[in-house]
């Protein structure tokens, strides 16, 4: 493991060279600030790694694939930006998200002028950039698509765990998706190889998504860099609730009529006991399994780099 | 001006058949309801209505026209939706403003999809997609420059003239100005063409934006679709608040001090005998004029149909 630790360090550290070179306006100040601001946020840059790993693997020319990658990171940027907003949090990375460090208007502007700067970003590459743009901007439809049924779901009483993996999967799996086919695309592989890196992604995506509602009840608070417990309390359908509710409606609407969003050693002794989290830890687990085994059967064995790196993303603590 | 009224007529026909035909998905309504709500409003057409003809005055392929002018009516779609919740402003077009018919959170992300499908359309069109996309996305950035300005200029107390020319040539300008040239850059014209029809384009828009803030005053709020004064009791830098304050100081911050949001009568009368509206309106006719002229330079006559369109909407009165 001593080497792709290296070589996802050295990466990242290249890709954060290129972005805080991307050559930003200071005027005006009201636009640019907070772009700047946000852009400056000490993310895991989970995407841009994932790019790279997947050029890497197919040879793709590595200047097209830093553009892909920043393009990438500028479109979750935006896009977290934008959720913020509308889940009214405040804390993000162990900073103060967009909308509180400034206000809501600087943030809808700053998200827009980050996601127009990724195409732009998009649009230089030299080569294939009419299917690539075409990829991104039906992959950024599906992530509204996904933010949207989030939203929805908040409103309804219950919600399934299948609607929940169709939400995931395009909120949070479509992006790692394009991560992982994009570099492919560009290399000219065949539809088989590129659609079984999407299914790859959107795999290891709704995992991922998993893992975060896990870790928003079972993480540390300081590790995180945001409170925790903020999406049981706001009703928001993750799926803890969702198992929860399933199998124990009566104990779990009386655990959460209780719980004052801070303190979550009842819901964490509640979901211990009833084994919820090793059921929930089981489902992200076989979605990791899954994308394995796609991974496998394209040919990659478990020496590649892109192999290695969702190991290193499924043991994540933060 | 009989033809060109016909002509314009049959394009707005033409765009609106092709808007409506736009094939969206149902599912998740969260996300496509408040888009087809979008899209549905009875729009002016004025910028699809542009392109449309300068594509003709350049034999610009008639299909890609279409697809431009369909880009270009989104984006600017997307913008309202996302000003409107930056400028609280509850009613447009005589229909409740998006985020006020649904909530904040789903018409952020209704502008973010509209944004994203604009891409999608001009992605599609055959041929030097590359360019074209660079420029519309350069003039995304700096609408959303212009709207920044808009935004900070409410918090200041004095803002000049030629601040203000600068944040609406951006701001309404810049997406005129790609109206006018897109199709020149796609019909292979010179750059002295391209440059003087952006010119033009952001020399209407500058008088388009300073007819609107004499219309927010002088309007007739049954034909402009919405409540009047808002622009002026929110502190907007319009205008209308700039030449007052700059000429008549004291007496404008008294007058605006007993302003109720409502009744404008006080506020028109004092327009009317300082002057004011003349010099407003000799303002707007002056951009016009120069718009005119560089028009002309370019070797378009004044039976073109595009310098009629000009003067029709310089006599607009919503």
């Known amino acids: 493991m001593a080497d792709i630790q290296a070589l996802i360090k050295f990466i990242k550290k290249e890709f954060n060279h290129s972005l805080k070179s991307y050559p930003l306006p200071k005027h005006p100040e009201y636009l640019y600030d907070p772009i700047r601001f946000a852009l400056k946020g000490?993310?895991?840059?989970?995407?841009?790694?994932?790019?790279?790993?997947?050029?890497?693997?197919?040879?793709?020319?590595?200047?097209?694939?830093?553009?892909?990658?920043?393009?990438?990171?500028?479109?979750?940027?935006?896009t977290l930006i934008h959720d913020d907003i509308m889940d009214n949090?405040?804390?993000?990375?162990?900073?103060?998200?967009?909308?509180?460090?400034?206000?809501?208007?600087?943030?809808?502007?700053?998200g827009d002028g980050i996601f127009t700067i990724s195409q732009l970003v998009l649009n230089s590459i030299g080569e294939k950039q009419k299917i690539i743009l075409q990829l991104f901007n039906e992959t950024v439809l599906e992530i509204c698509e996904g933010q949207a049924l989030d939203k929805y779901f908040e409103s309804k009483r219950d919600i399934s765990l299948k609607q929940y993996i169709e939400m995931v999967e395009k909120k949070t799996g479509a992006l790692l998706g394009a991560c992982c086919f994009l570099p492919a695309v560009l290399a000219g592989k065949s539809n088989n190889i590129i659609d079984g890196l999407k299914k790859v992604g959107k795999k290891v995506g709704i995992a991922f998504q998993i893992q975060d509602d896990l870790l928003e009840v079972f993480g540390e608070e300081n590790i995180m860099g945001k409170s925790l417990g903020s999406d049981i309390f706001s009703n928001k359908k993750t799926v803890i609730a969702i198992e929860a509710k399933n199998s124990f409606k009566s104990d779990w609407e009386k655990i959460i009529g209780q719980f004052d969003g801070k303190n979550l050693v009842d819901i964490r002794n509640f979901m211990i006991e009833r084994k919820l989290k090793d059921k929930v830890e089981n489902l992200a687990e076989s979605y990791f399994n899954s994308a394995y085994n796609t991974l496998l059967s394209l040919g990659l064995d478990k020496k590649s780099d892109l192999y290695k790196f969702l190991k290193i993303i499924q043991g994540r603590n933060s």
Do not use: Q, W
């Open 89 to 110: 949090d405040d804390v993000r990375r162990n900073m103060p998200t967009l909308y509180k460090k400034y206000d809501i208007s600087s943030a809808i502007l700053a």
């Open 42 to 78: 000490k993310g895991k840059r989970f995407r841009p790694t994932l790019v790279h790993l997947s050029g890497r693997e197919f040879n793709t020319d590595p200047d097209t694939i830093m553009k892909v990658s920043l393009a990438v990171e500028l479109l979750h940027c935006f």
